[in-house]
C-alpha cells in the first residue's frame, strides 16, 4: 500500500474561473512517484486549465500545489521547470531552426571564456539522448527530424531540466504506431527512474497500454482517480460523458409526432473529415451526435452546413436535390450553424449585440438591402428579450458577455433569419448552468415550432434530454442510430462504448 | 436622431482638438496664418493650402481606411498612384481625349486593386507581402511607360484638375470632398459598412454567417486602387508631368498613419472615414507648420513623428484609462432603455 508521502505532486481544491464559467471547482489531483497517470476528459472539460494552474501558465484562485510534499507557487513555466514540472505540448515549442544540441541546451549553454562551448554542448547532448536509445547527429538543425523524434528531444530537455514531474500533453497526436511504441519505451523508462509523469491524450487504446491510473475530469470537477486495471473502458466513457451511468434516464419528452420527412443526406461525406454517411430529418426533430472527441461529431456538422464542401453524395430538401456547398448556400435553404468555437467561430467581439444578430441576415439580404436602424434595433430587443440575453444595452460590445449570453446571441444571429434546418455544435459547452438550462428549453421549444435541429452534444444526459433520434459517431462513421425508448443514456454509452471495443479487439 | 449626432462627434472629437491645437500654434506663431482672401473668385489662403496640399493623402487614406478595416493593408498605393499618373501623362500626350485618358487611368487603378484584392482574398496571401510585391513592381512599371524620363504634358483639361479651381475652392480639394463624402455615404447607407467591420473582426465568423468575404475584401482593396488611382492623377496634374520615380513616393505610410491618427485600428474593425480624413489633414498641418516655421528641414521629421506619437498617446486605451474621468461625455446623461427601467 502505497501512503501519501509517495505523492510526488499534489494538487489540492485547485479553482480557477473565467469571466462567465468557472473552468476548475475544487479539483483535487494526486500523481505518485514513478507512475504513469493519464488525465482524461472532453474539450471545455478543464484538462489544459488544470496542467497550466500546474505549471503556473494560469495563476490559480484557490488551492495548493505540493511538490516533494512542499508547497510551491510557480509563478510562471519557467518558474514550475526550476522546480520540477516539465512539460511537452503537442506541438513541439522547440525552435526548429536551432540544431537539437543547441534546443537542449538552450540557455544554459556551457561556456568557455564566455563563448558556447559548441564542442562541449554538442559531446553532452550526444550522451543526454544516448539515454532515450538515440543516436542522431545533434548539430543538425531540429527541423530535419521528424515529429516522434522532435518530441523525444523535447522530452529529454524538459527531464534535464526539470527532473521531478513530466506532464506529456497529447503528444502522440501526430506520431505513427511505430513511433507511440517508441515514444511509450522511453516513458515506460522515465517511470522507472521514479519520474511522476501525467498523460494526455484522446487515444483511450493508449491510455489503457501506458497508464498506471486514471483522473477524469468533467465540467472542471473531479469525477475521480481510478487504477487503470479496475476500471473497464465502459465505465471509462460514462465518467467522461455521462454523469451516472446507473440512472437511467429518460427524458419527460411526450412522444414527438411524426413530422413529414423534409432533409435525406445520401452518402454525404468528405474525404479525410467524415466518412460518407445517409441521414434523414423529419420536420420538428432534433438528431442528437453522440461520440468522443475527434468521432467526426464537428466534421458532421460542417460538412452539413458547407463549411466544408461535401465531396461525396447528395442532398435533398422535400425531394429536390439542392447545393450546399458553401455556407451561403446552405442559407439560401434555411439552413442556420452555431459552431463548436464560440470565440473564433462564431461571435464578432468587438461588434455590438445588435450588429451580431442581424449579421447573418443582412449576409443573406446582401449589402444594397441594409436592414435600418430601427429595424435592427427591434430585432436585437426582440431577442435580447426572447433569450433574455443579459446585457446592459444592444450597443454593448459581444465580446464583454459572458459565455451563455454569447451563445444565446448568436442563436438569434440565426433564429432572425427564420432558419428550418439549425445546426447546433456543443451549444451548452462552457456556459454556466442557467444559461444551460435555458438553451435546452430554447432548443425543445424550436423543435415544437417544426424547426429540424442537429445537436451534438458531449453531455449524454443533455442529448437524452432533448432528442428524438441519436446517431452515435466513431472514427468519423457514422455507426449507430437510437430512437424512441433506446435513447437512454446507458444505451448511447452502450454504443460508444460497443464501437470502441471492437476497434480495440 | 441627437444622440446619433452626438456619438459622431464623440467618434470625431479627439481627431478635432488635435487639428484645432495644430492650428493655433501656427496661426500663433504667424498672424497671418487664418487669413483667407478671395481673388478672381478663388480661395487664397495657407488654411486652403493644407487642404489643397492634402489631397492626395487624403484620397489615399480614404480607401486605406476601409482596407485597413478588413485587418488589411494597402502598401502599394504609392506605386499604383505613379502608374495611375504615368499611364494618365502618357495617353494625354499620345492624343487620347480627356476623357479616354481619366477612364483608362481609374480602370488601371482598379485594376491594380483587383489584382491586390485577389491575393489576398483568394491566394489568402498576408496583405502585407501581397500589397508589397505590387509596392515595388509597380514603381518599375511606371518607370516602363515613363520610358524613364519625366513625362511632361499641357493638356489644360488635365492641368485644371491639379490646379483649376471650382465654387472658389482647388480643384483637388473638390474633388476629395465629393469622393470622401460619396464613399462615405455608400458605405454607411448601406451594410457595406457593418460587413466590412464584421469581416474585420472576424472573418471565418463572418463567412460562417453567410457574408460573401472574398468580394467584399476585393471591393476593399479595388476601392483603394481607384482612390490611388485618383490621387495619382492629381499628383501628376500638379507638376504637369508624370514623375515615375517620386509621384507618391512614401504616400502609403502617410496614409496608413493618417487612417491611424484617424483612430481606425490595424487590427481591423470599427473604422471612420471622416476620422481618416481628418488625420491626413492633420498631417498635413503639421508639415505645413513646421515648413512655415522655418526649422532646419532636419528637424521637420523628427518634429512630426514627435507630435504624432503625441496624438497616438491621446488615443491609447491606457491613456484613456487613466483620465477617464476628463474624457468626453459621450452618450452620458442619456440613459439606456434598460437602465431607465
Avoid at chain 1, 11 to 27: H, N, Q, Y
Avoid at chain 1, 89 to 95: A, H, K, R
Avoid at chain 2, 254 to 279: E, K, P, Y
Amino acid at each position: 500500500m502505497q501512503t501519501s508521502s509517495d505523492n510526488i505532486l499534489s494538487a489540492v481544491r485547485i479553482e480557477k474561473g473565467f469571466p462567465g464559467t468557472k473552468a476548475l471547482d475544487k479539483v483535487d489531483f494526486h500523481l505518485r512517484r514513478g507512475e504513469v497517470h493519464a488525465l482524461l476528459g472532453e474539450n471545455g472539460a478543464g484538462k489544459s486549465t488544470l496542467i497550466k494552474c500546474l505549471t503556473g501558465a494560469y495563476r490559480r484562485d484557490g488551492g495548493s500545489i505540493l511538490l516533494d510534499g512542499a508547497e510551491v507557487d510557480p509563478r510562471d513555466t519557467f518558474d514550475a521547470q526550476r522546480l520540477g514540472i516539465g512539460t511537452v505540448y503537442q506541438e513541439v515549442n522547440l525552435l526548429p531552426n536551432l540544431t537539437v544540441a543547441e534546443n537542449l541546451f538552450l540557455g544554459r549553454q556551457p561556456r568557455r571564456f564566455g563563448m558556447v562551448d559548441t564542442r562541449t554542448m554538442n559531446r553532452k547532448a550526444r550522451e543526454l539522448l544516448a539515454e532515450y536509445e538515440l543516436d542522431l547527429d545533434v548539430t543538425r538543425d531540429l527541423a530535419s527530424f521528424s515529429v516522434a523524434i522532435q518530441q523525444v528531444v523535447a522530452i529529454a530537455r524538459a527531464v534535464d531540466l526539470s527532473g521531478k514531474v513530466l506532464i506529456l500533453d497529447e503528444p502522440t497526436a501526430s506520431l505513427d504506431a511505430h513511433e507511440v511504441a517508441m515514444l511509450f519505451r522511453i516513458v515506460r523508462r522515465l517511470k522507472a527512474r521514479g519520474l511522476g509523469i501525467i498523460f494526455i491524450t484522446h487515444f483511450l487504446e493508449q491510455v489503457y497500454e501506458i497508464s498506471d491510473r486514471i483522473t477524469v475530469l468533467r465540467n472542471g470537477q473531479l469525477v475521480g482517480t481510478r487504477d487503470t486495471s479496475d476500471l473497464s473502458r465502459r465505465d471509462l466513457i460514462a465518467m467522461m460523458i455521462g454523469r451516472e451511468l446507473a440512472a437511467e434516464i429518460h427524458s419527460a419528452r411526450t412522444e414527438v409526432a411524426e413530422g413529414r420527412l423534409r432533409y435525406r443526406f445520401r452518402n454525404y461525406g468528405r474525404r479525410g473529415r467524415i466518412n460518407p454517411f445517409d441521414l434523414d430529418v423529419r420536420a420538428g426533430e432534433v438528431v442528437g451526435i453522440a461520440g468522443l472527441l475527434g468521432s467526426g461529431r464537428t466534421e458532421t456538422a460542417d460538412v452539413l452546413f458547407g463549411a466544408h464542401r461535401a465531396d461525396s453524395g447528395t442532398a435533398e430538401i422535400d425531394g429536390q436535390t439542392v447545393d450546399l456547398s458553401s455556407p451561403r448556400a446552405a442559407i439560401r435553404q434555411k439552413f442556420g450553424f452555431c459552431p463548436e468555437d464560440r470565440k473564433t467561430d462564431g461571435i464578432v467581439g468587438d461588434l455590438s449585440v445588435r450588429e451580431n444578430i442581424v449579421l447573418a441576415l443582412q449576409a443573406r439580404r446582401g449589402w444594397t438591402r441594409p436592414i435600418s436602424r430601427a429595424e435592427q434595433n427591434r430585432l436585437a430587443d426582440q431577442y435580447i428579450r426572447a433569450l433574455d440575453i443579459r446585457t446592459p444595452d444592444r450597443e454593448k460590445p459581444i465580446k464583454l458577455l459572458s459565455g451563455g449570453n454569447q451563445q444565446k446571441a448568436i442563436l438569434a444571429r440565426w433564429l432572425a433569419t427564420e432558419p428550418e434546418f439549425l445546426i447546433l455544435d456543443e451549444p451548452t459547452r462552457g456556459i454556466d448552468v442557467g444559461a444551460h438550462a435555458e438553451i435546452v428549453r430554447l432548443i425543445e421549444s424550436l423543435r415544437e415550432k417544426g424547426l429540424s435541429l442537429i445537436v451534438i452534444s458531449s453531455e449524454i444526459e443533455e442529448l437524452v434530454a432533448y432528442s428524438t433520434r441519436v446517431v452515435v459517431l466513431r472514427d468519423r462513421t457514422h455507426v449507430a442510430e437510437l430512437g424512441g425508448d433506446r435513447i437512454t443514456a446507458h444505451q448511447i454509452v452502450e454504443a460508444i462504448a460497443a464501437a470502441n471495443e471492437r476497434e480495440a479487439s | 436622431m441627437t444622440s446619433t449626432v452626438r456619438t459622431y462627434l464623440g467618434r470625431l472629437l479627439p481627431q478635432l482638438i488635435a487639428l484645432t491645437i495644430i492650428i493655433a500654434a501656427i496661426s500663433i506663431i504667424f498672424p497671418g496664418f487664418l487669413n483667407l482672401q478671395i481673388q478672381n473668385g478663388r480661395l487664397y489662403g495657407s488654411l486652403v493650402d493644407i487642404l489643397n496640399r492634402g489631397a492626395p493623402v487624403v484620397l489615399l487614406a480614404i480607401g486605406m481606411t476601409v482596407v485597413i478595416a478588413t485587418k488589411g493593408i494597402d502598401l502599394s498605393v504609392g506605386a499604383v498612384m505613379a502608374i495611375c499618373g504615368a499611364v494618365s501623362a502618357s495617353l494625354i500626350t499620345s492624343g487620347h481625349s480627356l476623357a479616354e485618358t481619366l477612364l483608362i487611368t481609374l480602370a488601371v487603378g482598379i485594376l491594380c486593386g483587383i489584382w491586390n484584392g485577389i491575393l489576398v482574398a483568394v491566394l489568402d496571401i498576408q496583405p502585407i507581402i501581397a500589397t508589397l510585391v505590387l509596392m515595388v513592381a509597380g514603381r518599375g512599371i511606371a518607370q516602363l511607360i515613363t520610358e524613364g524620363a519625366i513625362l511632361t504634358f499641357n493638356d489644360p483639361g488635365l492641368i485644371f484638375i491639379g490646379s483649376g479651381s471650382f465654387a472658389g475652392l482647388p480643384m483637388p480639394v473638390v474633388i476629395w470632398l465629393v469622393f470622401g463624402v460619396l464613399v462615405a455615404l455608400v458605405v454607411r447607407q448601406t451594410a457595406l459598412g457593418m460587413l466590412v467591420e464584421a469581416v474585420g473582426v472576424n472573418r471565418e465568423a463572418s463567412t460562417l454567417s453567410g457574408v460573401f468575404t472574398p468580394v467584399l475584401l476585393i471591393a476593399a482593396y479595388v476601392l483603394s486602387g481607384l482612390c490611388a488611382a485618383i490621387a495619382g492623377v492629381i499628383a501628376a496634374a500638379d507638376i504637369k508631368g508624370a514623375d515615375a520615380n517620386n509621384a507618391g513616393l512614401w504616400l502609403e505610410l502617410d496614409a496608413i498613419l493618417a487612417v491611424v491618427v484617424g483612430g481606425t485600428s490595424l487590427l481591423g474593425g470599427r473604422f471612420s472615414i471622416a476620422a481618416s480624413v481628418l488625420g491626413a489633414i492633420i498631417i498635413q498641418a503639421i508639415n505645413t507648420g513646421i515648413l512655415l516655421s522655418g526649422f532646419p528641414p532636419e528637424f521637420n521629421l523628427i518634429i512630426k513623428a514627435a507630435i504624432i506619437v503625441f496624438i497616438l498617446v491621446l488615443q491609447s486605451p491606457r491613456f484613456r484609462a487613466a483620465f477617464a474621468f476628463v474624457s468626453i461625455p459621450r452618450v452620458a446623461g442619456k440613459p439606456t432603455e434598460r437602465e431607465a427601467k
